[in-house]
Structures are given as C-alpha cells and as structure tokens.
C-alpha cells in the first residue's frame, strides 16, 4: 500500500524525465511516485507508456471479467512480468490515488464515479538515495499532479503536455528536436 509521505517525501509527485534520457524504458516518461523516502527509496509507475493491450488480453482467466477492458502501462523496468493495479481520481480539486491495490479493490474502485482504473507491468524503484542523486543530476523535474491530469492522455503526449505546462524553459525542451539535445 501507499507510504506515509514524510517531511522530505516526494509521495504523491510526478517525475518528468530529461530529454536527455532518450533512451530505455525512462524516454519522455512521466512517473507518478506512490512511495517515497529518502531512506527506503522509490516506488513509482510510468503513466504514459501503453502497452497496447488490456487486462482481458493479457490474463483471460474469468476473475479478471470486469477488469477485462482496462488498459495496460508498461509500469517501469523492474518487475515486468507482475501486473498491478492503481485508481485514480480527484476530490475537493485534488488528485488523489491508491497504488498496488488488488483485483478486488481495483472492481470496486471502477464502480466509483470520476474513479480511474489503470493496470501497470512493472514499476519504476530506487534505492535508497538514488532517486535523490539522479534530481541532483537533473535527470528529473519533480512536479506536483494537478486535478486535470485524469483528463489528459495518458499516452506518450503526457510528458510533453506536462513539460509545457511546467515553465518557459521547460516548455523549450518539450519542444525541441531529439537530435539537437543529442549532440
């Protein structure tokens, strides 16, 4: 389940990737962080890299009947061949979400209104002060979600969308060509 943010917690932030991590499973990602400490280090899934396929797709067993139509996000690169399930949704104008939940809690947060229902193969973890040393490096933008998110794509666009939105000098690097930021 989701940890307890603490004082210097980034739970609950979203990470946008560099351009210049163009490579790999991290390229234009935009990671929502469900766990976070400094000590304990990261846990977090990769909102904008569909997979293509869908829960019924990939597990057609009848316990995942009503979770059947929801699409799948390639989470991360570590643990790809383990699917999890996250809601998300927005009150009192904010966003708000629950990672790692099960296949029970996962129907029932669908029957929800305004509740989203995503599942991820893999996820995104650091270890202890890893993710710490790779903001230094500027490997990431920490940004906080805002209460559009569950309306926007959640495709390879997100991470461009967000970066405009960020500031002018993001919204630069958003925009400018791969092959410049390569050389």
């Not at 739970?11 to 976070?36: C, K, N």
């Not at 500027?138 to 906080?144: E, H, K, M």
């Amino acid at each position: 389940m989701n940890a307890e943010p603490g004082p210097s917690s980034l739970h609950g932030r979203l990470l946008l990737a560099a351009p210049m991590l163009r490579d790999g499973p991290f390229r234009q990602a935009a990671i929502l962080l469900g766990e976070h400490s400094a000590s304990e280090g990261a846990y977090g899934l990769v909102l904008n890299h569909p997979s293509g396929r869908t829960v019924g797709e990939l597990l057609p067993d009848s316990q995942f009947a009503p979770l059947a139509h929801i699409p799948v996000h390639l989470g991360g690169p570590v643990a790809r061949d383990q699917l999890t399930f996250a809601a998300f949704w927005v009150r009192q104008s904010r966003f708000q979400f629950a990672t790692r939940i099960s296949t029970a809690e996962a129907a029932a947060a669908l029957q929800r209104s305004g509740t989203q229902v995503r599942a991820f193969a893999g996820y995104a973890g650091w270890s202890q002060n890893q993710l710490e040393e790779e903001i230094e490096q500027d490997s990431w933008t920490v940004i906080d979600p805002t209460p559009n998110l569950l309306s926007l794509s959640h495709d390879p666009a997100l991470w461009k969308t967000l970066m405009r939105a960020h500031s002018p000098y993001h919204r630069i690097l958003a925009e400018t060509p791969g092959e410049i930021l390569s050389n």
